[in-house]
Nanobody, 121 residues
């Protein structure tokens, strides 16, 4: 069994910064992709950023130049540094990962519980 636990959400003023963390634990064999989605009230869940093993990154156009995704493979943790935040960044942020469990070649999709990020003055 694999679990993802997020931390770092909260309230920030426009122009401010937050850093989200997501740690994977459990029976982990290999982690292929880690990333973040977000869902604002009344909106569909959208991809924010992801990072593939080997450090290749992808970003939504709306966050390019403001958000930075990184990962620490030794800690099985992915981070999302969010700078120059805007009210439209307000959403629940979900961590996800494509992970093969230890001893298996099958890759499963795992999600965190979500963390609220609110950008408001």
């Amino acid at each position: 069994q694999v679990q993802l636990v997020e931390s770092g959400g909260g309230l920030v003023q426009p122009g401010g910064s937050l850093r989200l963390s997501c740690a994977a634990s459990g029976s982990i064999g290999s982690i292929y992709v880690m990333g973040w989605y977000r869902q604002a009230p009344g909106s569909e869940r959208e991809s924010v950023a992801n990072i593939i093993s080997g450090s290749s990154t992808n970003y939504a156009d709306s966050v390019k130049g403001r958000f930075t995704i990184s990962r620490d493979d030794a800690k099985n943790t992915v981070y999302l540094q969010m700078n120059s935040m805007k009210p439209e960044d307000t959403a629940v942020y979900y961590c996800y990962a494509h992970i093969a469990s230890r001893g298996s070649s099958l890759i499963g999709d795992y999600w965190g519980q979500g963390t609220q990020v609110t950008v408001s003055s």
